[in-house]
């Protein structure tokens, strides 16, 4: 048979994808064309047109906070091959392997010292569940099984699946759709914007009133630290998390931390926690546990957690997905962590925070522009309208850059490794989209 001009695979694909791919959040059929990618190095990513023609563009995304080490990076692409040419993938029910057991030691190496005992999960959402799991088990052992519910603050993003679900933004995770369904849970209002903002007193009485009039029924609170990610792009005090951290054990509730966004250095600190000195009783770490290479999530949770499950009636954690602990996933995890704390990370975060905070400081002129917030290798502008997220998108791709907008919010978070002139591209692109959007 042969061979089809390029244009035309290309166009079949594109085709193909619009008819039967979903795609995050996508109606079927999709409806807007989504640019094909056939391989990224570095930070760039290689795009294929439909005419056939091939652009790079910079990836101001870290493909959704990821892959903070950039793309087909060769100690990551090693740590792979040599994990590929043993195996795969074995199962974790009666057999262990040394990737699993060296990044498990390894996160407990690198997270608060109470943290010692690790759950290896497949997605975020999937960790975000077992973290629930967990807190609901400890109370059970506990002869408490009326502490069940949990808290958080309205804001927030922790995964699509059920429990996660349930204490995203009750608006922005659309609640109404599921009324009736998921569980319902307990909100305080939103924290006060702000990472320099001391604590508001108010909003910290607020938060105390909330856990104190709920403990009996609270299993835990789960919050994410500084950071609100996916439910609006917003930073606070890491005051706040200390406020909860007293309140949670002066009323006997459990404390989560989803550091699924903010872990492995992207907000300056190597888990967010950091900034405010505390520990958790569970932590969940995702998204650029592995590079960005592939799925894996865990969760980690203290030894009086681990001892109180174990006390339980069912005396074991009641959870163990097929590909729990997969050895390519962990080998990958493991190599970049220790890529990661092998070089001055912090410097590249600080040296990308500025790049961030003086290119996109013009932002501040645009018409529309209500707030511009930088934090760590975080940028954000946010407007007073809905992004249009196709001209947004048409004006970031124009400067040759990656980027995704949502809601009123365009935003940033690169590869630790972009350099100061991609930095610069990206603002530019963030300031164009925010222009045109
Ligand atoms: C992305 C994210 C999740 C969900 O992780 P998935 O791997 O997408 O399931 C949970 N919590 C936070 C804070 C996140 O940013």
Same mark, same amino acid.
């Given at each position: ?11 079949? /694909? *594109? ?19 989504p640019l094909l990618v056939e391989s990224a190095s570095g930070v760039r990513l290689r795009i294929a ?5 091939r652009t790079e563009l910079v990836d101001g995304m870290s493909s959704w906070?990821s892959a903070i080490h950039g793309y087909n990076h060769p100690?990551l692409n090693?740590?792979v091959?040599?994990? *590929? ?6 199962? @974790? ?5 040394? =990737? ?14 109470? /943290? ?7 997605? +975020? ?55 009736? *369904? ?11 914007? +702000? ?24 299993? &835990? ?7 609100? +990610? &996916? ?11 200390? %406020? ?8 006997? %509730? ?16 190597? @888990? ?18 592995t590079g960005g290479y592939l !799925? ?8 009086? %957690? ?15 997905? !097929? ?9 990958v ?64 791709v124009?400067?040759g850059v990656w980027l995704r =907008? ?8 690169p590869p630790y490794v972009t350099?100061?002139?991609d930095?610069?591209?990206i ?11």
């Open positions: 048979m042969p061979e089809r001009p390029d244009q035309d695979r290309i166009g079949e /694909l *594109l085709a193909l994808d619009l008819q039967h791919v979903w795609h995050p959040y996508g109606p079927m059929p999709g409806r807007t064309e047109e439909p005419g056939g023609v906070w100690v090693e740590a091959r040599s994990q *590929l040419a043993r195996m795969s993938h074995v199962m @974790f029910g009666g057999l262990t392997h040394e =990737p699993a057991v060296r990044l498990a030691e390894r996160l407990v190496a690198i997270t608060p010292e109470p /943290l010692q005992h690790v759950f290896l999960a497949d997605s +975020g959402s999937v960790s975000v569940e077992v973290a629930v799991k967990m807190c609901l088990q400890y109370w059970r052992s506990q002869s408490r099984p009326g502490k069940r519910r949990l808290m958080t603050w309205r804001g927030g993003y922790h995964g699509d699946t059920w429990q996660p679900m349930s204490v995203c933004d009750p608006e922005g995770g659309m609640h109404h759709l599921w009324s009736g *369904l998921l569980p319902v849970q307990v909100f305080a209002d939103a924290p006060p914007a +702000g990472f320099d903002a001391a604590p508001d007193r108010a909003y910290a009485d607020h938060l105390r009133e909330t856990v104190a009039r709920h403990a009996d029924e609270l299993a &835990a609170v789960i919050v994410e630290p500084v950071v609100q +990610g &996916a439910g609006g792009m917003r930073f606070h005090s890491p005051g706040l998390l200390r %406020v909860l951290r007293e309140t949670c054990d002066e009323h006997d %509730v459990l404390l989560v931390l989803d550091e699924i966004a903010t872990g492995f250095g992207r907000t300056g600190t190597l @888990f967010a926690a950091g900034h405010a000195g505390i520990c958790p009783d569970v932590m969940c770490v995702g998204k650029a546990l !799925t894996m999530a865990a969760a980690l949770c203290t030894t009086r %957690v681990a001892e109180g499950i174990s006390r339980g009636e069912v005396p074991v954690l009641a959870h163990g997905p !097929t590909f729990m602990g997969n050895p390519l996933a962990a080998a995890a493991l190599a970049s962590v220790d890529l990661l704390l092998g070089q001055d990370w912090q410097r590249e975060v600080k040296r990308i925070e500025t790049g961030l905070r003086e290119g996109l400081a013009p932002a501040k002129q645009i018409a529309g522009v209500t707030d511009v917030r930088v934090l760590g290798a975080i940028g954000v502008v946010q407007l007073d309208h809905e992004v249009d997220m196709a001209a947004a998108t048409r004006a970031a124009r400067e =907008p949502f809601r009123d919010l365009v935003y940033t978070m350099g100061d002139e930095v610069a591209a603002c530019r692109a963030v300031l164009a989209a925010a222009r045109e959007g």
